[in-house]
């Protein structure tokens, strides 16, 4: 390894190869000591609903079936009080064409990396991203890099993972596979350098604009259906992304008023470096892990300014069990006759006891499925759980713990959701600003404007907040 | 003797990226206490030896090096054991709607 590969040295560039590998000047956008254009940093892409979904037209990406979901709204009514239950539909997003709503994600990324006469696209991702890119990629005629984390120290690679390894091979990828840790980063940024690759991160704008259009087509299609949009939308909750996008996508089609609830798993207590805790997660993405972090503060990413900003969307933010993902997937099968992936029904599990205090009229949709098959299976998971000591059985989800115990519900009306304080998580957001802001500067009123926007409260709250704040957050 | 494979064949390689003790500062001790391993697939450039240094060409088109792992790697991975604990969720469910 030469010098200038050396960790921190190859870190020390991450701002001009991210630069050169995207062609965005996020500096252009900036408007204060923390604030920037957000909006124009998206409009200026030039994509905009429509040439977007012109663009997943022409890639047979979106307009998947709304499913409605009788059986399981017959089940939630069959325990909820008289005059409650309400109506649940699924976004079946598992018929896009690499089988999740991340093919969304990847279409615009793809379209403008040819559209500039990139060689090639990259991705660092374990997740379905990977696959997405590599399916868009292929229909492109792009070549394509995915670098997943992917295995622990003893070379056991986590079932889902392996899965989407083997899918973007399936479509002509090359997969540099890891072991655990955060320098992941580290190696994908020496790909981009050393192939001219154009960065496929999944917090660019391309990869926001092209999720709403699932927000968008929902919506839409409800409304002729049902003459009227969602009252509830449930999006399974990770980076930002997902929220972000589906929220645009619901305000775009003029459903403003629909509540957004992000849903993700709890894996409270396992480290997202850990080597030793990598295996003992049941779920790779959908998960506080990501979530938690990421909400509370979005410019953690691989690009200097994160185009998924959850906090500006989410109206309620709430967790799941592991538990009770794999049981709503078995549910959902046996009986709906739809087999999907577990960690794309995290929203799914939410839906229960969400239906169970909704009017019988009210609307509430889940907005994705994402494909099963080996290892992307609650079988693979548990089996793999088992073999490492954690404890399966049967049992109220909530006296669960991560990478511990996993308890399938008993019965159904042991289903729930944790709520996670939105208020905790902006004042979170609030204390990652103040450490944001380089020395000898100072916030001004155009920041205080745009902290208030990016935690959807006000000008005066964002100050009392601030005040009490110490600088050394 | 080792094993010496042709030519064109596919197989994965692996590499060490980070030793341990030179990770990124801030991981887990027990991630610290281990190395960045990297294991890639391609078609090799020219015949090598289990074990030993080789060279292969990826899908994307790139020639990389690193120690010669597998020839024709398997996808391992599958469904496993059904679970009992979910076994019996179905029937459960159906029960409770068929009742009304």
């Known amino acids: ?21 995207i062609g965005l000047d996020y500096e252009k956008y900036a408007t204060g000591v923390l604030a920037f254009d957000y909006e124009g940093l998206l409009t200026d892409t030039g994509y905009d609903l429509e040439t977007v979904r012109d663009i997943q037209q022409r890639t047979a990406v979106g307009n998947t079936p709304l499913v409605e979901l009788h059986n399981l709204t017959e089940l939630v009514r069959s325990i909820s009080r008289p005059g409650k239950g309400a109506r649940i539909f699924v976004k079946d997003e598992a018929a896009n064409p690499s089988g999740s709503f991340k093919d969304r994600r990847a279409s615009i990324s793809a379209h403008e990396a040819r559209r500039r006469a990139f060689e090639g696209i990259a991705a660092a991702t374990s997740g379905n991203y990977g696959a997405a890119v590599a399916s868009q990629a292929a229909k492109a005629g792009l070549r394509c890099i995915i670098v997943q984390e992917a295995f622990d120290s003893r070379g056991i690679a986590q079932p889902e993972i392996a899965e989407k390894t083997r899918a973007c091979e399936a479509y002509g990828a090359e997969v540099m596979r890891l072991s655990v840790g955060p320098e992941l980063f580290y190696v994908f940024l020496r790909v981009l350098e050393d192939t001219g690759f154009f ?11 092209g999720i709403e259009t699932l927000g968008y087509e929902l919506a839409v299609e409800l409304k002729e259906r049902e003459g009227r949009f969602p009252d509830v939308v449930l999006t399974t909750h990770a980076g930002g992304g997902n929220v972000t996008g589906t929220a645009r996508g619901l305000c775009k089609a003029g459903a403003a008023e629909t509540t957004m609830i992000g849903v993700s798993v709890d894996l409270s207590g396992l480290h997202m470096a850990s080597d030793r805790d990598f295996n003992r997660k049941s779920f790779t993405t959908g ?23 959850a906090l500006r969307y989410l109206d309620r933010f709430v967790t799941v069990t592991q538990g009770e993902v794999f049981y709503a997937t078995q549910a959902l099968a046996e009986l709906e006759g739809m087999e999907r992936g577990p960690a794309g029904n995290t929203s799914l599990a939410a839906a229960f006891p969400m239906a169970r205090e909704m009017k019988r009229d009210d609307i509430l949709v889940v907005q994705e499925t994402e494909y099963t098959g080996a290892g992307k299976h609650p079988l693979a998971q548990l089996a793999m759980a088992r073999q490492l000591g954690i404890r399966v059985q049967r049992g109220d989800p909530r006296d669960s713990r991560p990478g511990e115990s996993i308890l399938i519900p008993e019965h159904p009306e042991q289903l729930g959701v944790e709520e996670i304080d939105l208020d905790q998580v902006r ?3 609030l204390r990652h600003a103040v450490a944001a802001v380089p020395e000898n500067s100072s916030l001004g009123r155009v920041d205080i404007e745009f902290l208030a926007l990016e935690t959807r409260s006000t000008v005066s709250w964002v100050q009392e907040v601030l005040n009490e704040t110490p600088k050394t957050a | 003797m080792a094993e010496r494979v042709a030519k064109g064949t596919w197989v994965e390689l692996s590499c060490v990226v980070l030793a341990a003790g030179e990770r990124a500062p801030r991981v887990p001790e027990e991630t610290q206490a281990v190395p960045l391993e990297m294991r890639v697939k391609g078609v090799l450039t020219r015949d090598a030896v289990m074990g030993e240094r080789a060279e292969v060409r990826t899908s994307a088109g790139r020639t990389l090096r690193g120690r010669l792992e597998r020839v024709n790697p398997p996808y391992a991975h599958g469904f496993g054991p059904p679970i009992a604990e979910l ?12 009742g009304r």
Do not use: C
Request: hydrophobic letters at 40%; aromatic letters at 10%.
């Open chain 1, 287 to 309: 998960h506080t892990g990501f979530s938690m972090p990421f909400t509370s503060w979005p410019d953690r990413a691989d690009v200097p300014r994160n185009a998924a900003r």
């Open chain 1, 427 to 429: 004042r979170s957001y």
């Open chain 1, 1 to 21: 390894m030469s010098d200038g590969d050396a960790y921190a040295q190859v870190m020390a560039r991450r701002g001009a190869i991210v630069r050169g590998s």
């Open chain 2, 87 to 98: 076994l019996a969720v179905g029937e459960e469910l159906r029960a409770r709607i068929r």
């Open chain 1, 199 to 209: 960065n496929a991160s999944l917090y660019t704008p391309y990869s926001i604009l």
